[in-house]
Each structure stands twice: as structure tokens, then as C-alpha cells.
């Protein structure tokens, strides 16, 4: 029932501001757009909270001797509607992680109208997200993606899902993941971890070099029909993520890796680099539609190799 | 007249060796197709050349301590016809530079017909080129990319390029490198130069940064109707290539940067890797046609940030 206090608190923001910037329309469907919205406020505010925690936390060790990262936070408004927030830490754990939100409406183009589930007809749409990518400092710690938005078009649905890429084999880090996106889709629906995972398995593969583009997780989209039962279930991913991606950090951080794990590691950042601009429909969707640039990019790795 | 001797050694080749394994078919067209293949290996064998002789020639200055590097040779074989051979060097003053050349030949997917001028009613395509791209140790000299190419269907055209990519401002290299492509271009056609500078600026631009990838050059394709006019050209391209950019290696390349120039470098770098992943139609174009992904991907720069 944890939704419905969240839906209180969104009522009350309604009231504190002006909501039409916020959701691109006054009437019976804010509730649920601002209970969306308002979590991936939250998750990301919780994100950047233990990130940053963890940044203070390295007390020897490699790049101990470096200060503790903090989060910038930069906003953009959204020609058309809408806008986000970006946060990004450069730190001596984190080498480059960014937690962006963004709550946007509008028009669809002609050029997308169709191609977007409820658009065929009304070119209206309004989308509430939250997106997160971070690359380690050190190579043992997995880099790691974690994605949840909220899509209302004549439609309405929730998509995201996480996914970890190890940089060095770490059968554990992989088999804790696994597990922990295994345990909320089981309390969710019996048949989603297997959808899901084989959809994520999917989605971040690298045909090119017929390749994966790290160990998996889950994605998963177009979740439509049961508003209250899918946004716990979206919002069980973000608490689910928030629970394990620091525990996988917090058991690698303070080992020694030597330059051929970080050599390795800059090369597997290549292959991200490839998936991202290549393959990821949403880096692409995003670019051609005018996203935000340093937004949709964040995803970048502060450096890479093709060697 | 000097196609005409190149025609003869092709001749000669045609004789030596297994020409349909070259060439896909054994006809009238085999003769130019020898001919702007042998072409393409000739420039390639002196580009080689003149870029190790470069890497000799540092006696002093940043990186003088490390051996000049020297290029490796491997080459590929395409599934359905044909393959090339991969040149790089990872070197002291080329940090990494590629020099490929292959001549590929069969039957387009269904998918591909229709798109490439020709191939309408008959799928069949025979194509040989050359792609080189240097990316430089040192900031300021600039990166560089050439490329010329024939391609046969029912029809048969040349085109190809170079455009030059300055990492620190440099205001006589600019100059010199448009005034190189502008005599070239003058020297056979007097729209050529506008035309194909236009081209150019038109085709190496990001569209997300609003931002051109480098200084330009020329860019040119489906040049078609005169094989003998065209081929020179084309040639002549190449030769002026192979003046023109070690003279702008050679005013640089002792010069001592700073670590600021090198960061720049690797930020433009970055650019660079956007560009040829997100817009490059080649590199689409390869990656989706089962091109070798070696060669294709040979472009990406050794190392590139996103800070």
C-alpha cells in the first residue's frame, strides 16, 4: 500500500506548484504522473545518498589518497515541454557516475507518431524517468546501468530493468545480481524474471562482435494495464538496484587491481561505447528527437580504448 | 597517359594469377577493375612506406625514446566473394593508423537492393578501395582520413576523400591541406572543388553537437560516366593525399604539447568516435552488410575520453 502515502505526497506537490510544467496537463491522470514522478525523484536523491556515502568510505587502498567524490546537479528545460535534472559524480570510487530525471511532454514529430504505442491517432505524449550509469575507478567493480520510466501517450505503461558489466570475471557480483533481480520479479509475477532476463540478454548484445555487452540483468517494457501493479513493480527494480549494486561495490572497492585489469577494462568500455551509440535505441531515439545531449551521452565512460 | 601503364601491369596481373578470385568475373571490365585495384595497393604500399619513414625521422622530442614503429599486415577473406588486408602501426608519432584495402565482390541482400545506384534489377557488386585513418601522438598534429574507392554494379562509379582533423587550432595546416585538395580538385574539373568541399562539411558534421568533426576536406561519390577521367581523379586524390598530409606531420611532429593539448585531443577524439559511430553511413553500412568489423572499426582512436 506503499503507493498510496506516495500518492498523498503527490497530491500535496500538486498543490505547492505549478503542475502544468511539471505534466503537461491538468486533470485526472496528474495523480499517477506525479506518484511516478516523485519516485524517481526519491530513488535518485537515495542513488546519489549511498553513492556518495560510498565515496567516504574509502579509507585505504588505491586512490585512497584522492578526496571523496560529490554530486554536481545541472537542469535543463526541454524546448516543447518538460525538463531534468543531471547528477554527476567524478569521484575516487565512482570515476564517472550520472543520475539523471527527467519528467517531459509534448508532441510527437510526424516523423515518430506511430512508432510510439497510442500515438497513432493523438501525437500527445508525457514521460517521467529516471536513468543511471556508472564507471568505476576500479576494474574489479562492475560497471552498471539501471533505467525505470513512465510513458503516457492515449496509452500508459512502465519500462526499464538493470543490467551489470563486469569488467574482470566475478562469478559471485554476477550470481548476487542475478539473484536479487530474480527475487523482485518472482514477488511480482511468476513468469517475469525469465521474460525479462532473456529480453535484457537481447537487448544489450553487440551483433557486430557477436558479443554481449556484459552479464545481463533484466528489461523490460510496455508493462500496461494495472497502474498500481506495475509502478511497485518498477519501483521494487529502482529499491531492488539500490540495494545491490552497493553491496557489489562495497565488496570490491578496496582490492588492488593491476594495470592489465585496467588495461581490460578500458577496452570493455570500448565495446560499451559501441553498444551505446550503435545499437541503444534509446541513446539514438533520444539524439534524433532533440533530447538533452549531455544527458542522453552521460552514459559515455570518462575514458575507453580501441587499442 | 599514365593509366595507360597501369593498365598494362594490370594486364600483366590478370595473367599471374587467379583473376576471378579478385575480380568475381572474368570480362571486358576486368581490365579497369585491375586497374583501380592494382592502384589502390600501389598507394597503399607507399603510404605505408612514407608514414615509416616518418616514424624514423624523430630524433628528438616528446616520444624519441621509443623505437619507431613498423607496420603489421593481416589479411581477411569475405564469406560470398573476395577480402583485403589490414595495415596498422602503433608507433611513436602515428599512435595508431590504419591503412586498408580490400576488393569485395558477390550478390547484395534483399535488403541492400534498391539502395546502391545499379543494383535494381541485378544484385551484383564488385568494389575495391582503400581507408586510411591516423590518429597521431601528439595533439598538434591533426588526425586524417582518406579514402577512394571504385564500385561496379550495372553501373560503375569512383568516389571517395579526405578530410583533416585538427586537435589544437592550427591555422597554416587548415590552409594548406584546402589548398592541396583545391589544386587537385582544379586540376580536373573547375566545379569539383566547390562541390566536393561542400560535400564534405555536409557529410562529417554531428548533428547532436551542431559541431563539424574537423576542418573538412573534400567528399565525393558516384562519379560516373567517363572510367578513364574519373579513375585519374580519383588517383590524383590519393597522390595529393600522400603529399599533403606527411608534410603536415613532419612541421608538427617535434613539437613539445602539453598535457592540457593532449586532454583536448582526447575529448576531440571523442568526437570522433561519435561521429563514426552514430552517423558514418560506411560504418553503418559494413557493420550491417557482415563487413570485417576489424577493418570497419580500425577508425576508432587508441584512446578517447568523455570527461
Known amino acids: 500500500m506503499i503507493y498510496k502515502i506516495i500518492f498523498f505526497e503527490g497530491k500535496r506537490d500538486l498543490k505547492e506548484e505549478n503542475s502544468s510544467s511539471w505534466t503537461g496537463q491538468k486533470d485526472a491522470e496528474n495523480d499517477t504522473k506525479i506518484i511516478a514522478r516523485d519516485w524517481f525523484v526519491e530513488l535518485r536523491d537515495r542513488l546519489c545518498s549511498v553513492f556518495e556515502e560510498i565515496e567516504g568510505e574509502l579509507k585505504d587502498g588505491p586512490n585512497s589518497h584522492f ?17 531534468g535534472e543531471i547528477s554527476i559524480m567524478r569521484g575516487r570510487v565512482f570515476e564517472k557516475v550520472g543520475v539523471n530525471i527527467s519528467t517531459v511532454f509534448g508532441v510527437f514529430d510526424e516523423k515518430f507518431r506511430g512508432s ?61 545480481f542475478h539473484a536479487a533481480m530474480k527475487q523482485v520479479c518472482n514477488s511480482h509475477s511468476p513468469d517475469y524474471y525469465e521474460r525479462f532476463k532473456k ?18 540483468g533484466i528489461f523490460f517494457d510496455n508493462l500496461e494495464g494495472n497502474w498500481e501493479k506495475d509502478f511497485c513493480f518498477t519501483r521494487d527494480v529502482g529499491l531492488t ?36 551509440l550503435l545499437h541503444d535505441r534509446g541513446t539514438q531515439f533520444g539524439l534524433k528527437t532533440g533530447g538533452n545531449v549531455e544527458a542522453i551521452l552521460m552514459s559515455l565512460p570518462p575514458i575507453a580504448k580501441w587499442p
Open 67 to 83: 578526496p571523496p567524490g560529490k554530486f554536481t546537479k545541472k537542469d535543463w528545460q526541454r524546448e516543447g515541454g518538460g525538463g
Open 116 to 176: 510510439i504505442p497510442g500515438t497513432e491517432k493523438d501525437p500527445k505524449f508525457w514521460a517521467s524517468g529516471i536513468s543511471v550509469v556508472a564507471h568505476m575507478c576500479s576494474p574489479l567493480v562492475p560497471a552498471v546501468h539501471m533505467n525505470t520510466r513512465h510513458i503516457v501517450t492515449t496509452r500508459s505503461w512502465f519500462g526499464g530493468g538493470s543490467d551489470l558489466t563486469p569488467m574482470v570475471t566475478n562469478e559471485i557480483d554476477k550470481e548476487d
Open 199 to 216: 529480453w535484457c540478454d537481447e537487448y544489450f548484445y553487440l551483433p557486430h562482435r557477436a558479443e554481449a555487452r556484459g552479464v545481463g
Open 241 to 276: 538496484f539500490l540495494e545491490i549494486f552497493p553491496k557489489i561495490v562495497r565488496r570490491n572497492f578496496r582490492q588492488p587491481w593491476s594495470e592489465s585489469q585496467r588495461e581490460q577494462q578500458l577496452i570493455r568500455r570500448g565495446r560499451y561505447v559501441e553498444f551505446n
